[in-house]
């Protein structure tokens, strides 16, 4: 009989810990080094989704604070880590096989990926050209799978993409896959003019960049920001820090 007061015990606090955390209604959000989406500048968390989420809490959503030191695979296994209930990810594209592994909050962006190269006499024309070349991405990218499926298996991994920028210019590679706002973005960031960057095909459908988080994320959380973008939306305000970022 002891043990089990003990356990019941227990198991208040705990959950008494649970709602205190949701009730201060403060959120962790893991982010990627992908500016111009997110990232670290001056030792501050910056860019599109960062702002977006920030000017959310003035429509009502709660508090963000944001972490950007952890890498990419681990973040989005952190997620699903019990106690982690208040944790989130950004950005973070909706795909297939993401699905039905996360809670999907609010759409943040929306960005094209394309294939990209630099120093050639034209762009790469076709999927089908590309399979014959060292393609860099960022390591976990949502990308991957997608080029996989493409016959693009030629694939040089990176931590982030101002790393592939770099490596492109300087000849480590032919192309770089990744979406418009990230490879244009990082360009500009090694002092290179963007008119030089070629862009050649597609890859698949416009993607939807959302804020995510694990399934057991509260409903009642979830439920404010995705009120809050909406409004932002709705309003321009959103719309407004976006075209800040082009």
């Not at 356990?7 to 949701?22: E, P, Q």
């Not at 759409?107 to 399979?131: C, D, N, V």
């Not at 990218?141 to 210019?169: F, S, V, Y």
Request: negative net charge; hydrophobic residues 45%.
């Amino acid at each position: 009989m002891k043990a089990k007061i003990v356990a019941v015990f227990y198991a208040c606090i705990i959950n008494m810990m649970t709602l205190s955390n949701v009730f201060a209604g403060e959120v962790l959000v893991y982010g990627l080094n992908a500016m111009p989406f997110c990232g670290v500048v001056d030792g501050k968390p910056v860019g599109i989704a960062v702002e977006i989420l920030n000017e959310a809490t003035n429509y009502g959503a709660p508090v963000f604070v944001f972490d950007m030191n952890v890498p990419w695979t681990r973040a989005q296994m952190q997620l699903q880590q019990p106690g982690n209930e208040m944790h989130a990810i950004i950005p973070f594209s909706r795909t297939t096989q993401r699905e039905e592994n996360f809670k999907w909050i609010g759409e943040l962006i929306r960005t094209q990926y394309h294939i990209y190269s630099y120093g050639r006499p034209e762009p790469i024309k076709t999927m089908e050209e590309a399979q014959q070349l060292a393609v860099g991405v960022v390591r976990a990218h949502a990308i991957i799978p997608i080029l996989e499926r493409a016959g693009i298996t030629n694939l040089d991994m990176a931590h982030d993409a101002e790393i592939n920028a770099l490596k492109l210019q300087a000849g480590r590679f032919d192309t770089i896959a990744d979406s418009d706002f990230i490879a244009l973005y990082n360009w500009k960031k090694i002092g290179q003019d963007t008119r030089e960057l070629l862009v050649g095909p597609a890859i698949g459908e416009y993607t939807r960049v959302y804020i995510a988080a694990s399934l057991n994320f509260p409903d009642e959380i979830a439920k404010r920001i995705a009120d809050a973008l909406e409004k932002m939306h709705s309003d321009g305000k959103m719309q407004e820090i976006i075209n800040r970022w082009r």
